[in-house]
Structure formats: C-alpha cells, structure tokens
C-alpha cells in the first residue's frame, strides 16, 4: 500500500512500481473522489482507499491487510498516523506456515517503507561551505543519538521502535520539490545532497525489490540484495537506522545562478545581479512574498515555516548512504538540469 500516492515523490514511486510489478496489487491512500478519479484513469489496477493521515482506524485495517506499506507522505506532525500504520503491520501479515492471514496473531514481519527528511543533519546557517559529512555506516551511533527535538527525529525513533515486530528502512531524502526563488545566505557557498525525484523513486524500488524477495522466500528477514548491503554495513539486514539518501552536493549560489538566466528570460525579474544577504534578511524577504520588501518587519517565529525557509537557504545537508550504495543505487539524472527545467516549464505554463 502506498501513502502519499498522488504527490511529487509517491507519484514517481508508484509509477515505477507499476512498471515493474504489473503483477503485484496496489493500494494507494487518497484524499478526495476527484484525485481518486484521476488516480483509476491513469493506473486502472491501482485500488483507491480513501483516507488520510488522520485516518487512523482505516490506516490500521489496510496495513494489517498489507505485505509492504511506503509512505511517501509528510512524516511531521503525524506521529498518530504512522504509528497506526506500524500497528497494523505488527498484527498482520501471513505466517510462513500457511501463508494464510491471521490477523493480531503477529505472523511473518511486514515491511514499512519511511520518507523522513535531511532537516535532521544541517548545521547553522551562515551560507559558507561545510565539509561534514554524515555516514550512515561511519556514523551511525551518532545519527541514532540524536536529539529527539532535532526535525523529523520524533518520528524517526518512532518508526526505528517498531524494529522488533516490523522490517522497516527511513529514507532521509535530500530533495525539493518546490519551485522558488531564494536568495544566496552571505557567500552561498553552503553545500546540500541533491537528488532527482526519479532516482529517488529508484531507491525506493531498490528497497521493494528486497521486500519483495524476501516475501517470495516465504518471509525471510533477507533477501540478497539486503544481505549485499548487510556484508558492506556490517549490521543486520533490517537495522533500525534506516538507509539516508544523498545526492550530488551542490552550493546554493550554483542553483541560483542556474535559475536566475531563466528568470530574467521570462521577465521575472529586471537583471540577472545576484546578492547576498543575511538569515534575517532572507526571513523577510520570504515573509513578504510578492509584497514590497520591509526592512523592518517584525519576524515570525523561530519555527515558523518563513524562518526554517530562510534557514534553508545558508546551511550544510549532507549524508553519504553509504548502504544504498552498496545495493547498488547511484543517482544518474543532473539535478541543475532538472531545477532549470522545472522553472521553464512553470513559467512558460504562466504564458499559457
């Protein structure tokens, strides 16, 4: 089943899944009739549950009733649901035995698919470049050491608790997917992982692909592609810390200076100079939208989205999965390429 079906990263997910597993039954969690519609003219074999995060009694049922459950969904401040997810994958799934469901009986382990976020490894924002780098081999006991109050580590210890009873991998994914233009924190030589949303898919393919051969040996904890990454790793086949995503490092500066051609190509904006500003300058900016710029405008709260916007733009993200290396993933799509794209198919979209 999967969560989020209908969104930039489920869609791609889904969309490779069907291409691969024609064979293989879907679910796929949605909000509304309308998306429901266009979601069964567009995959007929793909089933509609209708629901959301909130859900949670509907949640509960499906991934009883489910071998793999992905949830390409947001992860924060759904705490309820994802839990109501790992419930159901505790209680259900066929014994190896039978083969035959048996519900809250705890048969043959599930598989939960997670997408948290790298929100939890950046550093301060101050727009220079950082050479840390976080392993999810070398690094391991301090990524799990981690403050709980650390973005998206709530629910990550959430999901790395329902070990025990359920397989479960956390990709920390490097990605945006929105289309706006930030302005270069100070120097803007601050690096971020990248990835393209259709190499991100693949990495999700690559951990249903184990799922899936795991279940066809009759719920073992392993297939081989997972003992591959076990023998680089060193660890069990289904460690609890899950498996972050790194893309090809970029300073911010570069991805402004590959939009800003295409802005000023589109009339967005009146010359192609480029400056620097600071963190509170950033916030205010981001704060007055397509508004008059106001030097003096009260900021928001420190966790309010405009100021965690404004962080973005200054700091260091980056991890080396150094696990999905090993099961044989690389990104392969150019993400600058990609970011110019979107923005010309956007803008030229505005014309229409």
């Not at 660890?235 to 500066?253: E, T």
Request: glycine share 12%; hydrophobic share 40%; proline share 6%.
């Amino acid at each position: 089943m999967g969560i989020g079906g209908t969104g930039h990263l489920g869609g791609a997910v889904l969309d490779l899944l069907q291409r691969e597993h024609p064979d293989v039954p879907l679910k796929a969690l949605i909000r509304s009739d309308d998306k429901a519609s266009r979601l069964k003219s567009r995959y007929p074999k793909v089933a509609a549950v209708m629901g959301d995060l909130d859900s949670l009694t509907v949640l509960e049922e499906e991934s009883r009733s489910a071998d793999i459950v992905i949830n390409c969904a947001p992860d924060i401040t759904h705490d309820s649901g994802i839990g109501a997810v790992l419930s159901g994958l505790e209680g259900g799934g066929p014994t190896a035995s039978t083969g035959q469901r048996e519900q809250g009986q705890g048969g043959r382990k599930g598989f939960y698919i997670h997408t948290s976020g790298a929100a939890t490894f950046y550093d301060e924002p101050g727009g220079v470049r950082g050479e840390r780098v976080y392993d999810d081999m070398a690094d391991m006991d301090e990524i799990l050491g981690t403050a709980p109050t650390k973005t998206h580590m709530a629910t990550d210890d959430l999901v790395r608790s329902a070990h025990p009873a359920v397989n479960v991998a956390i990709r920390a994914a490097l990605h945006r997917q929105g289309l706006r233009l930030g302005l270069p924190d100070r120097r803007g030589e601050n690096v971020s992982g990248w990835v393209h949303v259709l190499d991100l898919a693949r990495a999700f393919g690559l951990l249903v692909d184990d799922a899936l051969g795991a279940l066809r040996q009759g719920g073992a904890a392993a297939s081989a592609a997972s003992a591959a990454a076990t023998a680089a790793a060193a660890a069990a086949p289904a460690d609890p810390a899950g498996f972050p995503l790194w893309g090809p490092g970029l300073a911010f500066r570069d991805l402004q200076g590959a939009i800003v051609p295409v802005l000023y190509g589109h009339g967005v904006i009146p010359s192609q100079a480029v400056r620097s500003v600071t963190h509170t300058e950033a916030a205010r900016t981001c704060l007055a939208g397509g508004t008059d710029y106001d030097p003096d405008a009260p900021l928001p709260p420190p966790d309010s989205w405009v100021v965690h916007l404004a962080t973005w733009f200054g700091v260091n993200m980056r991890i080396r999965p150094s696990r999905l290396l090993a099961l044989g993933w690389k990104p392969e799509r150019s993400t600058l390429e990609a970011w110019k794209e979107a923005f010309e198919i956007y803008l030229g979209g505005l014309k229409e």
